[in-house]
């Protein structure tokens, strides 16, 4: 083995005592390289570690390596492709994004994107499609489904501009990018602004417009791929997850949260590209420090393999004839935000300010021209470092690793936006610096073509797109590409699992117990049961779920290594290999990842999986409101179900606990079907409909049903009342005063918790002589969006509005109508434009915060129990 000079890099600042003992330690550790191999090093620091720990010396390894790459020149493998048609392929690329977001800002300013982002990034993503990115072999074994990549979203012009040249973009495409309304007019398909499943859904397959989703997604969604393989569903075990991100992006929560799960988990499947080109929007990412070591010792302790990507091939022969380590020396006594300042300077200032610090620096630089000094690339742009960092993560075992690569943000943009503080938000380019960068990059483009930001295109059977598509048949095909088939799946009869809610003779139960019996029950079906994915966020016990721990086992990747306390037990918590419990402890943000991961598996896999996500409703759409956005981006088909919901439910949990919004923002995302469901029978039917629509109709929706843990009586379901409980809401029944007038009439509407309140008004209200229509509502959302579907159509067409369900349904009751629910009063009121003409509409709701106290005290409190309800029928009657 070639062994480095390790002397050079010692701190020199650091007193040493005896040099000469110093020096026969270090001569023996030189002696220990040069006899053997790296992993008897290793063994013999690991054993001098227990040594110092066993003498209570307090010491550990220094996490943070010096700033070079991790992989020796020798030690790189040799580069498989031709390098000159890749570096030639990679100018391309960045010249056709580019010139894809100057055209779209020339035309319209306001439309925005990203030039600098790829330009940095472009390399990183080159050797990742032509070596390393695996395709879904069309027809081919399951163990082809390929990898899962997730790109940086500012670079998304940098993925059209590789699709342009493979055939699979017109040019009139990318004349449209972020024009997608506008685009077909012209016979174009209009390009989305970053990577957005919804809105291009043969294309992209992971949303991670959002900083911090993707890098949390890809983690579980890695995880998820082991979940399949270990209960042999589905070999995911030659497959990889590949995510590009950025420096900036690492601030993000949700990008380190779950960084020791990763590795706790053993996810050799698992590589991350983090584009360390030190910038963000405003300005350095760390401009006192360095982004790349505070990264290295972060992920480093979080138990990944680390691999410092730092310095291309130029400086190789630098190293080599730097014999005092004083470029080692330099670099650690350089911040980022110098960093970016030599990126942002020529060559003359950087052999002035940079070797020039010192004489030994300054004799590494003789020789070299200026041009020579600002043409040495970081790790990040060179193509056969970027080859040898890929490839030993793709073959590193037992550790996710992550890359961190050093590039220039802006990259090639000279004077334009190389290295600028502003360059994150450079939109075009002026002629002079177009020229330039058409130079920089030796493009094949006249004055006039480069100025006009003519897009460029090689012949077909040109040796480029010759070898660019060559390389991406060796790997598969196209990439990315999103795939929506998967087999149907048989939905069992409602009556297998949920006959006992259908017909509950009244018995007492929460609609929390019924939805886990129902779970049970649907865990035993021979068919559908191995799909199902039960996932709880460290809640299974408050839910009434202990008894499936035994019953189907808690996913462990390592099986169940002790014996546990309650092993005697019913309830016992049992831990197996194959177990179907996702339980992801005190994280919403790891169980919606892993919900999201299983609702997309039937795109990404070529499997339907069934997840059903529970969770405290609080902790739903306000705690990871975005994931759940993404999460519908990416099509996601499953059950959201958020439990102890309502303000007035959770009694002494208070403030931060009580929900009363969550059914709100449910409504405000397109393709999640929403349900408030009372009573047991009809989360029976939601549930059979859900299921329907997701694994046979294969609609790319998810429902969310909010639970209460209030136990009451249920009632059966009436006959014909499947189809208004799907539509939002139906008559439950009427109750009619021994003595009454006809006026004396009122229609109570009711949704959740909040429905036993109205029927004990009702039953109040029918002994002082009024008549009352009571009507279940068990999806406010579905009946506004009813309504507001119909109002459309009518103004689209220029005709009168049809009248809505909710309006017809109404329509057959008498009286002022009052409606209540455990919600804030913006629920109820989505469907005020659709009450009857002259029908007056009030509405009970529980705005503000929550309060810790019973339950009855917290609706007297916020005017919806059955006495307010009373009340304000009556008054309304009056009036």
Known sequence: MNAPDIKKYFNSEQLDTDPTETAEWTEAFQDLLANSDSERAKFILNNLVKLANKNQINWVPDLVTPYINSIPVDEQPEFPGDLATEEKLASLMRWNALAMVAKANEAYGELGGHIASYASAADLFEVGFNHF???????????????????????????????????????????????????????????????????????????????????????????????????????????????????????????????????REKLDNLVWVVNCNLQRLDGPVRGNGRIIDELEKLFRGSGWNVIKLVWGSDWDGLFARDTTGALVKAFAQTVDG????????????????????????????????????????????????????????????????????????????????????????QKKLDDEALIEYRNRFNLPLTDEQATSLTFFRPDEDSEELQYLKQQRNQLGGQLPKRYSDCEKLNVPDIESYAAFALKADDKE????????????????????????????????????????FKQVGIYSSVGQRYEPEDIGSVLSYREALDGQILEEGISEAGAIASWTAAATSYSVHGIAMLPFYIYYSMFGFQRIGDAIWAAADQRARGFLLGATSGRTTLGGEGLQHQDGSSQLVAATIPNCKAYDPAFAGELAVIVEQGMRDMLVEQKDLFYYITLMNENYAQPDLPADAAEGVIRGAYRFKTLIAEKSAKENWVTLLGSGAIMTEVLKSADSLVKQGINVDIYSVTSWSELSRDGKSKEQAAHSQGAKAEPSYVHQLLMESHGPIIAATDYVHAVPESIRAYIPEGRSYITLGTDGFGRSDTRAALRDYFGVDAESISRVSTQALKQ
Not at 222 to 239: G, H, K, N, S, V
Not at 349 to 378: H, S, V, W, Y
């Open 509 to 548: 139960m929460s609609t929390t117990m019924a939805f886990v019996r129902m779970l049970g029950n649907l865990l035993k079906d021979k068919t559908l049961g191995p799909r199902v994915v039960p996932i709880v966020a460290d809640e299974a016990r408050t839910f009434g779920m202990a008894n499936l």
């Open 338 to 425: 110098q960093m970016q300042t030599f990126a942002a300077k020529d060559g003359s200032f950087n052999r002035k300010n940079f070797f020039g610090q010192n004489e030994e620096l300054a004799r590494l630089a003789q020789g070299m021209t200026d041009e020579q000094i600002d043409r040495l690339k970081r790790g990040g742009h060179d193509l056969v470092k970027i080859y040898a960092a890929y490839h030993a993560a793709a073959n590193h075992v037992g550790q996710p690793t992550v890359i961190l690569a050093h590039t220039k943000k802006g990259y090639g943009m000279g004077n334009a936006g190389q290295g600028k503080m502003t360059t994150h938000s």
């Open 133 to 263: 990115f695996r395709a879904r072999t069309e027809g081919g074994d399951v163990k082809d489904r390929g990898d899962l990549v997730f790109f940086q979203p500012h670079s998304a012009p940098g993925v059209y501009a590789r699709a342009y040249l493979e055939g699979r973009l017109t040019e009139n495409d990318l004349a449209h990018y972020r024009r997608e309304i506008t685009a077909p007019d012209s016979g174009a398909r209009g390009l989305s602004s970053y990577p957005h499943p919804w809105l291009m859904p043969d294309f992209w397959q992971f949303p991670t417009g959002s900083m911090g989703i993707g890098p949390i997604s890809s983690i579980y969604h890695a995880r998820f791929m082991r979940y399949l393989t270990d209960r042999q569903l589905l070999d995911c075990t030659t497959r990889k997850v590949w995510g590009v991100f950025g420096d900036g992006e690492m601030d993000e929560p949700e990008s380190m949260s779950a960084l020791t799960l990763a590795s």
